[in-house]
T-cell receptor, first 111, second 115 residues
Framework: KQEVTQIPAALSVPEGENLVLNCSFT??????LQWFRQDPGKGLTSLLL?????REQTSGRLNASLDKSSGRSTLYIAASQPGDSATYLC??????????FGPGTRLSVLP | DAGVIQSPRHEVTEMGQEVTLRCKPI?????LFWYRQTMMRGLELLIY????????DSGMPEDRFSAKMPNASFSTLKIQPSEPRDSAVYFC?????????????FGSGTQLSVL
């Protein structure tokens, strides 16, 4: 059974810092991996999706990497802003059309 | 596009009552997912449909839970009878093909409180 963990559980940084969020999964036989953002009281918004054949994806200040063999993914946020404050979840997609979600990292970017 | 629409946003009910949650997926998406989110267990998949057909309902916790998708633009999740431990945020999500190749689009969720 796939298990997904995220470290750290919470992170607080000053505005302008570059930061890295980590995601680990136990079964490397994945189809893809997706990073989501969740704002308080709202649903999840997909940020980046990395296919299993890819190593990374970029969107603006966000860069996500995937290392299947080691069961890890990282989300890099450059030049963080207060508007980036949210909970970030990674989700691992399997071949059965299902995503297993991690518990999330709660990010606070202080002005 | 209006996105995935869920109703109601909040539901407060008493134990033993029937609860019905509703979802309208994004037009053109043929896969629909129901998730439940709690502090203790995080985000869990309850059931998903592909082309209106339930594909995997192994996440449905008990027979008290049932889900239907009578057409491509509407789905319901029903709890009967409801219990306090059902209190959670219930999310509906849709995707274009349902495969793990496609991004998931989530609704805003229904906050359910069972007293």
């Amino acid at each position: 059974k796939q298990e997904v963990t995220q470290i750290p559980a919470a992170l607080s940084v000053p505005e302008g810092e570059n930061l890295v969020l980590n995601c680990s999964f136990t079964d490397s036989a994945i189809y893809n991996l997706q990073w989501f953002r969740q704002d308080p009281g709202k649903g999840l918004t997909s940020l980046l999706l990395i296919q299993s054949s890819q190593r990374e994806q970029t969107s603006g200040r966000l860069n996500a990497s995937l290392d299947k063999s080691s069961g890890r993914s990282t989300l890099y946020i450059a030049a963080s802003q207060p508007g980036d404050s949210a909970t970030y979840l990674c989700a691992v997609g399997d071949y059965g059309q299902n995503f297993v979600f991690g518990p999330g990292t709660r990010l606070s970017v202080l002005p | 596009d209006a996105g995935v629409i869920q109703s109601p946003r909040h539901e407060v009910t008493e134990m033993g009552q029937e609860v019905t949650l509703r979802c309208k997926p994004i037009s053109g998406h043929n896969s629909l997912f129901w998730y439940r989110q709690t502090m203790m267990r995080g985000l869990e998949l309850l059931i998903y449909f592909n082309n209106n057909v339930p594909i995997d309902d192994s996440g449905m916790p008990e027979d008290r839970f049932s889900a239907k998708m009578p057409n491509a633009s509407f789905s319901t999740l029903k709890i009967q009878p409801s219990e306090p431990r059902d209190s959670a945020v219930y999310f509906c999500a849709s995707s274009r093909s349902g495969g793990s190749n496609e991004k998931l689009f989530f609704g805003s969720g229904t906050q359910l409180s069972v007293l």
